[in-house]
């Protein structure tokens, strides 16, 4: 099970934290994303980390303003989010890729086979 949490609304400019909780799988070996959708958009990658292979990936909208980290004694992944835009505006999910073996991390959401349950992030004037 994966819950996010640190979601909330903040000002354009703004930062926020969002905190993924592992519970019942163990995180350190396997890919993590965080994944956005925003309203009537399609679900997209915003940033990825893969431990093994030391790997990390960010979207081209966040790249240079958001930071993937993780703790993996403490099985949690987190998102910094940095001059926040309205177009940041979505809901946030934590996703984990548990059978990735080659050119990790993926990008296709398909791949990720364990889900969070969503955070709201608003971003606003």
């Known amino acids: 099970q994966l819950v996010e949490s640190g979601g909330g609304l903040v000002q354009i400019g703004g930062s926020l934290g969002l905190s993924c909780a592992a519970s019942g799988l163990m995180i350190s070996n396997n890919a993590l994303a965080w994944f956005r959708q925003g309203p009537g958009k399609e679900r997209e990658l915003v940033a990825a980390s893969d431990w093994s292979s030391g790997s990390t990936f960010y979207g081209a909208p966040v790249l240079g303003r958001f930071t993937i980290s993780r703790d993996n004694p403490k099985n949690m992944l987190y998102l910094q989010m940095n001059s926040l835009k309205p177009e940041d505006t979505a809901v946030y999910y934590c996703?984990?890729?548990?059978?990735?073996?080659?050119?990790?991390?993926?990008?296709?959401?398909?791949?990720?086979?364990?889900w969070g349950q969503g955070t709201q992030v608003t971003v606003s004037s």
């Open positions: 996703a984990t890729d548990t059978r990735c073996v080659h050119n990790c991390p993926r990008r296709d959401p398909a791949h990720y086979d364990y």
